[in-house]
């Protein structure tokens, strides 16, 4: 290679690598192929100049200027090469990966370590120099420079080693510690985020390598991005969680696929909070759009009258009581409609409104299973459910307001006979078995008018009367069948009736 470099032939070659290298550049469209070719070309012109401007030297030059140039023109020849090789292994790099750009390090690392090799045997043999012993020899000269470029060759490996993972790219947003941006450019030192306030962040990939990144640019896919709102205690979480729903698919930035989700996330000292994930074709929309959740949800709660979660501290005596779920009059109202409270009077109902229980269900809650044992029965007092049963639980039918269920099983000791799962946040009057055991006692004959109301209705759900056509009427056998079930559970006896 020495001898080619020495010859006449390798200044042929070199114009003929300048004539190859111009057409290159002049069809190519890659701008990184063009500017490898330019430094290509800048060698070995320069090597041409170099080389004619040796013969033009008279025979009184110094030796040792003769020398100089002679070094110089091989070295610009063998720079001029490398850089054009290694333009062109590039550019099939980029060509079976059109996707990658070429990081910027390892094209330095490649012409660094090329360059090195080419270098040391044209010093070694056209100066007489000892580059090995005076590496090996120079051991205090070594460990200074080591010490000296301890964090540069940190942060040289550590680009290394990021290349080599590729965690990300140019043109990524990436979350690193506390800075967030697009990365601008990586280097064989440190990388550079443009962050959302156009600032310009460089960080040593030495910091890099220890922080822990998230990329939100991988493959392009949607991002997704988390609101967290607080809201007091007296909000309903579905209420809530609908409401955050609401908002954010208003939004034309935030994606239908996939859709936004709400999540209850804690009971914290004065409020819950909440989290509604959304998601975004581009994560430098994810601060806009966050911020027009926000402005938007404080229209929304403004006008349902959602109380602000402001820090505070409620103080309560012993004889307050809470507010109740329901006004005492609907408790009332409801209670009345019900057949089987028809034959007590108002007084009687007055008292059982102050002895039952108002629950409320949230959405897809199982209010009572089927097959479970029966303690209680329920008013709906707001709100949807629906009635499933058998082994592939499908709906049966669905009740609103006012309507009631579970008294069979209350009454007669029977179970569940169907599921009943709210569709809605539902509220409900509770009614359970020492109330009607006290009724039963107060009231003598309420049993066997109840007996008479189940079986009736009983009746009518399962159509017997229907089905056997002219048979004989099914509702006394029934109502002696559902007193006995009474007497059993209620111990009743005959002046109860």
């Known amino acids: 290679m020495l001898s080619f470099l020495q010859s006449n032939l390798s200044l042929a070659v070199g114009a003929v690598l300048i004539l190859?290298?111009?057409?290159?550049?002049?069809?190519?469209q890659d701008q990184d192929l063009k500017r490898d070719l330019n430094g290509a070309l800048r060698l070995l012109v320069m090597c041409l100049a170099v080389r004619m401007a040796a013969w033009a030297l008279p025979q009184t030059t110094p030796p040792g200027l003769v020398k100089a140039i002679q070094v110089a023109w091989m070295l610009t020849f063998a720079f001029g090469v490398i850089r054009a090789s290694?333009?062109?292994?590039?550019?099939?790099?980029?060509?079976?990966?059109?996707?990658?750009?070429?990081?910027?390090?390892?094209?330095?690392?490649?012409?660094?370590?090329?360059?090195?090799?080419?270098?040391?045997?044209?010093?070694?043999?056209?100066?007489?120099?000892d580059l090995t012993g005076l590496v090996a020899t120079s051991a205090v000269l070594s460990v200074v420079i080591g010490l000296a470029l301890q964090e540069t060759l940190g942060n040289l490996f550590a680009g290394l080693s990021l290349q080599l993972d590729?965690?990300?790219?140019?043109?990524?947003?990436?979350?690193?510690?506390?800075?967030?941006?697009?990365?601008?450019?990586?280097?064989?030192?440190?990388?550079?985020?443009?962050?959302?306030?156009?600032?310009?962040?460089?960080?040593?990939?030495?910091?890099?390598?220890?922080?822990?990144?998230?990329?939100?640019?991988?493959?392009?896919?949607?991002?997704?991005?988390?609101?967290?709102?607080?809201?007091?205690?007296?909000?309903?979480?579905?209420?809530?969680?609908?409401?955050?729903?609401?908002?954010?698919?208003?939004?034309?930035?935030?994606?239908?696929?996939?859709?936004?989700?709400?999540?209850?996330?804690a009971f914290d000292e004065s409020c819950v909070r909440y989290m509604v994930r959304f998601f975004v074709n581009?994560?430098?929309?994810a601060d806009a759009v966050t911020?027009?959740?926000?402005?938007?949800?404080?229209?929304?709660?403004?006008?349902?009258?959602?109380?602000?979660?402001?820090?505070?501290?409620?103080?309560?005596?012993?004889?307050?009581?809470?507010?109740?779920?329901?006004?005492?009059?609907t408790v009332l109202r409801l209670l009345r409609a019900v057949d089987l409270f028809q034959p007590l009077a108002d007084a009687d109902l007055e008292r059982l409104g102050q002895e039952?229980?108002?629950?409320?269900?949230?959405?897809?809650?199982?209010?009572?299973?089927?097959?479970?044992?029966?303690?209680?029965?329920?008013?709906?007092?707001?709100?949807?459910?629906?009635?499933?049963?058998?082994?592939?639980?499908?709906?049966?039918t669905r009740l609103g307001q006012g309507s009631y269920f579970g008294e069979m099983s209350l009454l007669t000791g029977e179970k569940r006979a169907a599921t009943i799962v709210a569709l809605e946040d539902s509220i409900l009057i509770e009614v359970d078995r020492p109330t009607f055991a006290r009724l039963f006692g107060e009231h003598p004959g309420?049993?066997?008018?109840?007996?008479?109301?189940?079986?009736?209705?009983?009746?009518?759900?399962?159509?017997?009367?229907?089905?056997?056509?002219?048979?004989?009427?099914?509702?006394?056998?029934?109502?002696?069948?559902?007193?006995?079930?009474?007497?059993?559970?209620?111990?009743?006896?005959?002046?109860?009736?």
């Open 356 to 396: 039952v229980h108002v629950r409320r269900f949230g959405r897809d809650e199982h209010i009572i299973q089927e097959g479970d044992d029966g303690r209680t029965f329920y008013v709906l007092a707001s709100g949807e459910v629906s009635v499933r049963a058998g082994k592939l639980q499908a709906e049966v």
């Open 282 to 285: 581009d994560f430098s929309l």
């Open 291 to 329: 911020a027009e959740v926000y402005t938007r949800l404080w229209y929304r709660l403004r006008r349902d009258g959602v109380e602000s979660p402001v820090p505070q501290r409620v103080v309560r005596m012993r004889e307050d009581k809470p507010t109740p779920e329901l006004p005492e009059h």
């Open 20 to 28: 190859i290298l111009l057409g290159a550049r002049a069809t190519t």
């Open 446 to 497: 309420l049993a066997r008018q109840l007996s008479a109301i189940l079986a009736q209705r009983r009746t009518q759900l399962r159509a017997v009367a229907e089905a056997s056509g002219a048979g004989a009427d099914p509702i006394p056998a029934e109502v002696g069948r559902i007193l006995g079930r009474l007497r059993q559970i209620f111990g009743l006896h005959a002046s109860h009736e």
């Open 86 to 129: 290694v333009g062109f292994g590039l550019k099939l790099a980029r060509l079976r990966a059109p996707s990658v750009a070429t990081p910027k390090i390892l094209r330095n690392v490649i012409d660094f370590l090329l360059y090195t090799l080419a270098a040391v045997p044209i010093l070694q043999t056209q100066l007489n120099l």
């Open 166 to 265: 590729k965690p990300f790219e140019v043109g990524d947003f990436i979350r690193i510690g506390e800075h967030t941006g697009r990365v601008a450019q990586v280097n064989w030192r440190s990388i550079r985020i443009m962050t959302f306030r156009r600032e310009l962040v460089t960080l040593p990939n030495s910091v890099v390598a220890k922080e822990q990144l998230k990329n939100f640019s991988q493959d392009r896919d949607p991002v997704g991005v988390d609101a967290q709102v607080r809201a007091s205690y007296d909000t309903p979480p579905n209420v809530m969680k609908a409401a955050l729903l609401d908002v954010v698919r208003e939004i034309p930035q935030v994606l239908v696929d996939p859709p936004p989700i709400a999540r209850t996330l």
